[in-house]
């Protein structure tokens, strides 16, 4: 069976940048952890944020005009679909 799974991504152009969101969310309740950004992304930082697609409205308000690129990401086996939200 092929694992599926649907996530958000979220990309800056600063590591500081990234810690500093990844602060703001989880002090509001969203469950989102650093990961390395996937090459196919281009930012000249290394990191991004992982969060569930659930939590996109929070994360669209907490975040707002916050320097930060949104990506939907879509996971089938080795497969990755990655799609640019804003």
């Known amino acids: ?4 799974e649907e996530f958000l991504l979220l990309a800056a152009e600063s590591t500081h ?4 969101n990844e602060k703001l969310l989880k002090e ?3 469950d989102c952890r650093i990961i390395p950004l996937p090459s196919q992304i281009k930012a000249s ?3 991004s944020i992982r969060a569930d697609l659930k939590d996109i409205e929070k994360i669209k308000e907490i975040l707002y005009n ?3 690129e949104l990506y939907l990401i879509k996971k089938s ?7 640019k939200l804003s």
């Open 1 to 4: 069976m092929i694992k599926k």
């Open 17 to 20: 940048l990234v810690i500093k």
């Open 28 to 30: 509001a309740g969203v």
């Open 45 to 47: 930082c290394g990191l």
């Open 66 to 68: 916050n320097e930060m």
């Open 77 to 83: 086996g080795l497969k990755k679909e990655i799609e």
